[in-house]
């Protein structure tokens, strides 16, 4: 392998984790960044000369921390406020701890993970700085996927520095007394980046399978390096859904309900490798709603048809998230459970009391749930008008074929 081909390698596997441990050692996203991609410009011509390093990422971090006090100094002649950065990056290259230090450097990703989702920053802030510097994806990217403009994002990113900055927010992991808090910022991020990816919020696609493999990404790596039982929970929550994703579209486009699916066709090693981690987090009896999610997945995917689920299992674990989380979501997906297990008029009054109370009023899908159950009684009109109501509502293309499908059949 030559030089330029070794540094793209190893860009591709260790930029993200040079930029954690320089965004530790400088202070700052900005410098960091610029720091990486001049030591990666350095190796494609040093390497060519002296041969790929025994250890690519501490040689990396020891360049870029070098090329960012270099840069100080320069700027220092022309800005006097600079000279007392570059003396502080001096001092720190020469008593920080060996760049070596594997331990040190896996925990630059775990610190990088929780600054990025400090609960002090707005929930688009931390979506879109966490896949910007933790996962490396372009503002371009990130617009994509969450249907807004490359500028907006851009802006979302820069507030949130200045944020960081300005608010001296800490480079570290929270104190154990502190972890449940903030944890629960991570495990939000992490899943709203996989829901994003698996069942978009608009546009022409159902899924966007590179937001959910960069969200089962994150929750790879924060169990490994913090394996907290609801981080276990979540990534097996994830596991799960992703091991549907190849029957979730007909081959012409619409969407495919679970209960239609070909279940031949969901991944069979995702599903073992998403129950032994439900396992283990529900054996810790310190669990929460991920870990609930994730059982209730699980349930489905034990089930070799459709006929075969045990709706009373799944109706009993809403029964307990319901209590952890009150969302009138979980009611919903609650609701639909009691409807197979005791029939759809025991579901449908519950739709209809969360429809009256005006949570669920803008929510597709409570409309769409509440179509079907008054289809399956026989109350045509009735499904008729919440047909028509979830149309107005929805915004993903595979999921409007689906209902207007379903209008046509009435």
């Given at each position: 392998m030559d030089a330029r081909a070794a540094v793209e390698e190893v860009y591709r596997l260790e930029s993200r984790r040079v930029l954690a441990t320089l965004i530790r050692l400088l202070g700052d996203f900005d410098r960091a960044e610029e720091a990486m991609h001049e030591a990666f410009v350095s190796a494609v011509e040093q390497w060519a000369r002296d041969g790929v390093p025994a250890n690519p990422r501490a040689w990396l971090v020891s360049a870029g921390r070098f090329k960012a006090i270099d840069a100080a100094r320069r700027r220092a002649r022309f800005d006097r406020s600079l000279a007392a950065l570059a003396r502080e990056l001096e001092h720190s290259a020469e008593t920080d701890p060996k760049l070596e230090d594997a331990q040190t450097l896996e925990d630059d990703r775990l610190r990088l993970v929780f600054t990025c989702c400090h609960p002090a920053l707005t929930p688009d802030a931390q979506v879109a700085l966490t896949l910007r510097e933790v996962c490396g994806l372009t503002t371009e990217e990130i617009a994509r996927a969450f249907l807004t403009t490359a500028p907006t994002v851009a802006q979302r990113i820069v507030r949130a520095k200045a944020k960081i900055r300005d608010a001296r927010i800490p480079y570290q992991v929270p104190e154990r007394n502190e972890l449940p808090e903030r944890l629960d910022?991570?495990?939000?991020?992490?899943?709203?980046?996989?829901?994003?990816?698996?069942?978009?919020?608009?546009?022409?696609?159902?899924?966007?399978?590179?937001?959910?493999?960069?969200?089962?990404?994150?929750?790879?790596?924060?169990?490994?390096?913090?394996?907290?039982?609801?981080?276990?929970?979540?990534?097996?929550?994830?596991?799960?859904?992703?091991?549907?994703?190849?029957?979730?579209?007909?081959?012409?486009?619409?969407?495919?309900?679970?209960?239609?699916?070909?279940?031949?066709?969901?991944?069979?090693?995702?599903?073992?490798?998403?129950?032994?981690?439900?396992?283990?987090?529900?054996?810790?009896?310190?669990?929460g709603p991920y870990t609930l999610q994730a059982a209730i997945a699980a349930v489905h995917a034990e089930a070799a048809t459709a006929d075969a689920t045990d709706w009373r299992q799944i109706v009993a674990l809403y029964d307990v998230l319901l209590r952890a989380d009150e969302s009138p979501i979980v009611a919903l997906n609650r609701a639909v459970a009691v409807a197979m297990r005791d029939g759809p008029a025991a579901g449908l009054a519950i739709i209809e009391g969360l429809l009256e109370s005006g949570a669920l009023d803008r929510y597709h899908l409570a409309h769409s749930a509440r179509a079907d159950l008054c289809r399956r009684l026989g109350r045509v009109e009735e499904a008729r008008a919440s047909y028509v109501r979830a149309l107005a509502l929805v915004k993903q293309e595979p999921e409007r074929r689906f209902l207007e499908k379903r209008l046509e059949e009435l």
């Open positions: 910022s991570v495990l939000r991020v992490i899943y709203l980046v996989f829901n994003e990816g698996y069942s978009a919020s608009g546009g022409e696609s159902l899924m966007r399978a590179d937001l959910s493999a960069e969200a089962i990404r994150l929750g790879r790596l924060l169990v490994e390096l913090l394996p907290e039982p609801e981080a276990t929970g979540l990534l097996a929550l994830m596991l799960l859904h992703e091991s549907r994703r190849e029957a979730r579209l007909a081959p012409d486009g619409t969407l495919v309900l679970l209960g239609d699916q070909d279940r031949p066709r969901w991944n069979r090693a995702l599903i073992a490798e998403g129950a032994a981690l439900v396992e283990r987090a529900i054996t810790s009896r310190r669990f």
